[in-house]
């Protein structure tokens, strides 16, 4: 499975984006994809998650009511709105793939938030 992100960018704080990852190669036996974020000197952390069927979602506690994950299964794309951006928000987002019990990465694309 291949990833690539697109739609990072400079953003000022209270702002929108929308990121978008095209998925080519096993995408049929793919079951859960989702966004994670690195910020510079922090681990990454878990953003939002979606099932196949798109009948399970996470978010964490920080994005909840502003973030919202849904993917194109027939476009194989996983798609993250960013609404109400935050500064805390900047980091660089990548996006990830779970297929055949093995995890697969985005290269990452760049999310900055401007106060």
């Known amino acids: 499975v291949q990833l690539v992100e697109s739609g990072g960018g400079l953003v000022q704080a209270g702002g929108s984006l929308r990121l978008s990852c095209a998925a080519s190669?096993?995408?049929?036996?793919?079951?859960?994809m989702g966004w994670y974020r690195q910020a510079l000197g922090k681990q990454r952390e878990l953003v939002a998650a979606?099932?196949?069927?798109?009948?399970?979602?996470n978010y964490a506690d920080s994005v909840k009511g502003r973030f919202t994950i849904s993917r194109d299964n027939a476009k194989n794309t996983l798609y993250l709105q960013m609404n109400s951006l935050k500064p805390e928000d900047t980091a660089v987002y990548y996006c990830?793939?779970?297929?055949?019990?093995?995890?697969?990465w985005g290269q990452g694309t760049q999310v900055t938030v401007s106060s």
């Open positions: 990830y793939a779970q297929a055949r019990q093995s995890d697969y």
């Open positions: 190669g096993i995408t049929f036996s793919i079951n859960v």
């Open positions: 979606v099932t196949s069927g798109g009948d399970r979602i």
